[in-house]
């Protein structure tokens, strides 16, 4: 990351997450109840968990903003964990020297040695030397995903300033697929806004809600597919220098890191292979000097940069590893047989999953847009923008 750059830290039960934000120009103007709203985006879903009752997430900035704009100092986010409350004793972070019966029985009921398959649990136990797999799933829990979409939302207010928007839909869970897509991106996003499984079709959505029923009630989990889409990218972002400049391999890396994703694809994707090459690629036509294309299998991306159309990125996610119906696997204590942890979990958290892309998405293209235009402030910004026609 060349100018949008973030560290976040934070366990699933300790007090707090938090990130700090680096590189943001002063001049922006940041609305805490924008971030909120996305953090709110985040926690509907259906099949979600009973965690997601608890928690009502909200943001604090902490500083880098005075008066709703940016300073260009860092800027710090906190999203507290209410749950946290009833863990204070286990995520304890002093050493308890004369900890009460009471605080060792409940650091002994959360503590766990049974590998949750599909999870952190067995390399994290590994390489971090840990006999208590609690410190595994504490930080690889996608609790963390919380101030991600915090981050992602300073990243979209960012780039609406210079026009550039976009949204996030479920295409998939389990095997029901959305076939139906509703005509214009401006219907997707309104329907999938206020569908509980953030899918564009209503009968579709239904299918998907028993397919999470079934599976909730067979003590399993579900998985799916998700599409990012950004439009009125100006041209040019990202590049075909180097490897690590190409905007599609960044898409790709910050999509592939969100916890429990195991695919990702650009346009056409994975169905590229089966295009042959006047199918795949589009055309470029021309109109009173405009340039357009009918067709956008590239998903907006060509030679690693923006090509002006929009860009359509597609994630998969596989079925949540925590799950009650348990799954063989090992006790690390004696490498015995057991059955896999499980405390409580979400059936499914696709439509979840989708928020958290679209944030990393909008993370991506700030650090681009940003990177490209230079300047300190926003006036300075905006003028480097106009001058270039964005
Ligand atoms: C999550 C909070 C977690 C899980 C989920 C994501 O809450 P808890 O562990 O207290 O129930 O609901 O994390 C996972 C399922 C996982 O496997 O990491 C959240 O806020 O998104």
Not at 63 to 74: H, Y
Not at 178 to 195: C, G, N, R, V
Not at 250 to 271: F, H, N, Y
Not at 311 to 337: F, S
């Amino acid at each position: 990351m060349e100018r949008f750059r973030f560290l976040t830290s934070g366990e699933s039960h300790g007090k707090c997450l938090t990130a700090i934000i680096e590189g943001i120009p002063a001049g922006f103007k940041i609305k805490t109840s924008v971030i909120n709203e996305d953090l709110a985006r985040r926690q509907v879903g259906y099949g979600r968990g009973a965690r997601m009752q608890i928690e009502k997430d909200t943001v604090e900035i902490k500083s880098g903003i005075r008066f709703g704009k940016t300073t260009g100092a860092p800027i710090c986010l906190e999203v507290k964990n209410k749950d946290y409350i009833n863990w204070q004793d286990v995520m304890d972070t002093e050493k308890q020297e004369y900890p009460t019966e009471e605080a060792i029985r409940k650091i002994e009921e959360k503590s766990f040695t049974t590998v949750r398959p599909g999870h952190a649990d067995w390399a994290g136990s590994i390489k971090y030397n840990f006999t208590d797999l609690r410190n595994v799933l504490e930080r690889s829990s996608a609790r963390k995903t919380a101030i991600e979409v915090a981050v992602g939302s300073v990243a979209k207010q960012i780039l609406k300033e210079f026009g550039i928007v976009g949204f996030s839909h479920v295409i998939q869970i389990g095997n029901v697929k959305l076939d139906f897509y509703p005509k214009t991106y401006t219907l997707i996003k309104e329907k999938a806004e206020a569908s509980d499984v953030r899918c564009a079709d209503e009968l579709t959505a239904d299918r998907m809600r028993n397919a999470i029923d079934e599976a909730a009630e067979a003590g399993d989990t579900l998985g799916g597919k998700f599409e990012v889409i950004f439009g009125n990218l100006p041209i040019g972002l990202g590049s075909y220098v180097h490897w690590d400049k190409a905007l599609d391999g960044r898409l790709a890396q910050a999509i592939m890191s969100i916890p429990a994703v195991k695919a990702v694809e650009i346009g056409a994707g994975v169905d590229a292979a089966y295009l042959r090459g006047s199918q795949m690629h589009d055309e470029l036509f021309v109109k009173n000097k405009r340039v357009y294309r009918t067709t956008n299998n590239a998903g907006g991306l060509e030679g690693g940069m923006t090509n002006g159309e929009a860009i359509v990125v597609k994630g998969t996610m596989k079925a949540i590893p925590t799950m009650r119906k348990a799954l063989a696997t090992i006790d690390i204590k004696d490498l015995e047989p057991a059955s896999a942890h499980f405390e409580r979990s979400d059936t499914c958290a696709v439509p979840a999953c989708a928020v958290v892309a679209e944030a990393r998405v909008a993370i991506i293209l700030a650090d681009a847009l940003l990177s490209k235009l230079g300047g300190d402030n926003f006036e300075e910004i905006k003028k480097t923008a106009e001058r270039l026609n964005f």
